[in-house]
C-alpha cells in the first residue's frame, strides 16, 4: 500500500481530493478528516483516540516525518514557509504537537499529509477541527501526539499518561527541544519553530522511521 492510499487527509471542506496542491495561503482550509468515517475527530479520552495508519511508499527504506510545535502565528507565514521550503519539503508526513494558534498555519504545508492536535492557547477553531491527541501507527510503530499541559517541569510523566504501550511520544508546549530515548520510550519534543518566549532558539524535528525510529533537532 502506497502512503497515499493509508493516509487520512485535510482537504477542503466539500471538495474530493485532487491530485494537484492547493496554492498556498489561497482560501485553503484544512479540515481533519477520519479516513475510515469521514468525521472530525472530536475531543478524545484514552479509550477514544482517533488511530491513524501509515505506509511508507513501495520500495521506500524510511518514511521521513517532519515535526513541529508551537508556532504561535496568527495565519499564513512566510517565514513557516521558508522553513518548510528548506526543511521540510521532502518529508513524508508532517505532524504539529498544537499551539498553531490559528488554523491557517496549516495551509503552509501545500498538500502534504498533516495531522495536528490542538493545544492550550489553540482558537475554538482549531479546537473544533483537531483532536486533543491522536495515536498513529507508523511502519508498525506506535506513535502518541499530544500537546501537553502545566508546568514544563515534569511534563513527561504526565504526557506519558495519556497513552498505552507507545514506542514514541511526540509532544510541545515547553518550546524546548528534547530527543531521548527513556526506557523503550523516545520522547520526541520538536520545540518551538517560530516562537521566541521561553527559548533561545527555534528548532523543528525530524523522525525517520523504518525498522526503528531515529529522531533529530534542526535549529532553524
Known amino acids: 500500500m502506497t502512503l497515499e492510499k493509508s493516509l487520512g ?22 479540515r481533519a478528516i477520519n479516513r475510515e468515517e469521514g468525521e472530525i475527530p472530536k475531543k478524545t ?14 520500495g521506500a527504506a524510511l518514511l521521513k516525518v517532519g515535526v513541529l510545535s508551537d ?16 526543511h521540510l519539503c521532502d518529508c513524508d508526513l508532517i505532524l504539529h504537537a498544537g499551539d498553531l494558534t490559528d488554523i491557517r ?12 492536535v490542538y493545544g492550550n492557547m489553540d482558537s475554538q477553531e482549531v479546537r473544533h477541527r483537531l483532536p486533543d491527541k491522536c495515536l498513529l501507527e507508523i511502519e508498525g510503530h506506535r506513535i502518541g501526539l499530544i500537546h501537553g499541559w502545566g508546568s514544563p ?5 504526565r504526557v ?4 498505552e504501550d507507545v514506542d514514541c511520544l511526540i509532544y510541545g508546549h515547553t518550546h524546548q527541544a528534547m530527543n531521548e530515548l527513556r526506557g523503550k520510550v523516545l ?28 529522531g533529530k533537532i534542526i535549529r532553524v
Do not use: W
Request: hydrophobic share 35%; with cysteine.
Open 9 to 30: 487527509y485535510y482537504i477542503m471542506p466539500g471538495k474530493k481530493k485532487s491530485n494537484e496542491s492547493p496554492p498556498l495561503g489561497q482560501g485553503y482550509r484544512p
Open 105 to 116: 498555519v496549516l495551509d503552509v504545508f501545500e498538500g502534504k499529509p498533516v495531522k495536528a
Open 160 to 163: 506519558i499518561k495519556a497513552f
Open 187 to 214: 520522547f520526541f519534543n520538536p520545540g518551538s519553530a517560530t516562537e521566541r518566549f521561553f527559548t533561545l532558539q527555534n528548532t523543528i524535528g525530524i523522525l525517520e522511521i523504518g525498522e526503528r525510529i531515529e
Open 45 to 58: 479520552c484514552l479509550f477514544e483516540l482517533p488511530i491513524y495508519n501509515f505506509r511508507a511508499c513501495e
Open 71 to 86: 508556532t504561535h502565528l496568527g495565519g499564513y507565514s512566510e517565514r513557516l514557509v521558508e522553513i518548510f521550503r528548506q
Open 153 to 157: 517541569f515534569g511534563i513527561e510523566h
